[in-house]
T-cell receptor, first 113, second 112 residues
Framework: NAGVMQNPRHLVRRRGQEARLRCSPM?????VYWYRQLPEEGLKFMVYLQKENIIDESGMPKERFSAEFPKEGPSILRIQQVVRGDSAAYFC???????????FGNGTRLTVT | GENVEQHPSTLSVQEGDSAVIKCTYSDSASNYFPWYKQELGKGPQLIID?????GEKKDQRIAVTLNKTAKHFSLHITETQPEDSAVYFC???????????FGPGTSLSVIP
C-alpha cells in the first residue's frame, strides 16, 4: 500500500507564474490536509478537504491560493501569481476518517525566483 | 481555535540519556494528541499518539503522558540514540472541524 504521494518534489517558479502541487492520498483515504512549512519553522495548517468538499480553509490566504480534492484524481493546491514569500515546503497528509491518524507525504519544495 | 505550544525549541542530550519534550494546548475539547518525527528533507512521521481517555501510553523507548486538567502532554524518549536526532512535533486535534494543529517543533540532537 503506497503512502501519500506528492509531486513534484521540487518546483521552481518565477514571480507571477502559477504553481500546482499535487497530492495522491493513501488508498482508501478520503480526507486530505495541506500544511505549509517555512525553514526552521513548524507546520502551519492551510486547508482540510474531504472528497469534493472544502471543510476548513481558515489557514489559507484568501487571495491567490485555492485547493480542491475532486471525486477522481489527486488533491491540488494551486498558487496563482506566486511571490517570493510563497517559497516554502508544502506538505499533504491524508486520513481515512476524521478520527484516525494523519499520514504525511514527503512534501513539495517550492522556490520562487 | 486550538493553539499548541511546545518547549524546548532545541534540546541536546548525550547518547543514552533521556529526552523530554512538553506541549500545552488551549482547547479543552481536544481529544487526540499525536507526536511526529521529521528528518531532514522528509515528511513528518507519526511515532506515537494518545487519546483523551488515556493518561499514558508507551511504545518501547517512547512514552507519552497526558494531563487533561492542566491541558498539557509530554513525550519521553529513554536511552536516546544518534538516530533519534530529528525535529519532533506535537499536535492536537480540536477546534472547529476537528483539524490537527501542530506545535512549533523541537530540534533534538543526540550527541554520541
Amino acid at each position: 500500500n503506497a503512502g501519500v504521494m506528492q509531486n513534484p518534489r521540487h518546483l521552481v517558479r518565477r514571480r507571477g507564474q502559477e504553481a500546482r502541487l499535487r497530492c495522491s492520498p493513501m488508498k482508501g483515504h478520503s480526507h486530505v490536509y495541506w500544511y505549509r512549512q517555512l525553514p526552521e519553522e513548524g507546520l502551519k495548517f492551510m486547508v482540510y478537504l474531504q472528497k469534493e468538499n472544502i471543510i476548513d480553509e481558515s489557514g489559507m490566504p484568501k487571495e491567490r491560493f485555492s485547493a480542491e480534492f475532486p471525486k477522481e484524481g489527486p488533491s491540488i493546491l494551486r498558487i496563482q501569481q506566486v511571490v517570493r514569500g510563497d517559497s516554502a515546503a508544502y506538505f499533504c497528509a491524508s486520513q481515512d476518517s476524521y478520527n484516525s491518524p494523519l499520514h504525511f507525504g514527503n512534501g513539495t519544495r517550492l522556490t520562487v525566483t | 481555535g486550538e493553539n499548541v505550544e511546545q518547549h524546548p525549541s532545541t534540546l541536546s542530550v548525550q547518547e543514552g540519556d533521556s529526552a523530554v519534550i512538553k506541549c500545552t494546548y488551549s482547547d479543552s475539547a481536544s481529544n487526540y494528541f499525536p507526536w511526529y518525527k521529521q528528518e531532514l528533507g522528509k515528511g513528518p512521521q507519526l511515532i506515537i499518539d494518545i487519546r483523551s481517555n488515556v493518561g499514558e501510553k508507551k511504545d518501547q523507548r517512547i512514552a507519552v503522558t497526558l494531563n487533561k486538567t492542566a491541558k498539557h502532554f509530554s513525550l519521553h524518549i529513554t536511552e536516546t540514540q544518534p538516530e533519534d536526532s530529528a525535529v519532533y512535533f506535537c499536535a492536537a486535534r480540536g477546534g472547529t472541524y476537528d483539524k490537527v494543529i501542530f506545535g512549533p517543533g523541537t530540534s533534538l540532537s543526540v550527541i554520541p
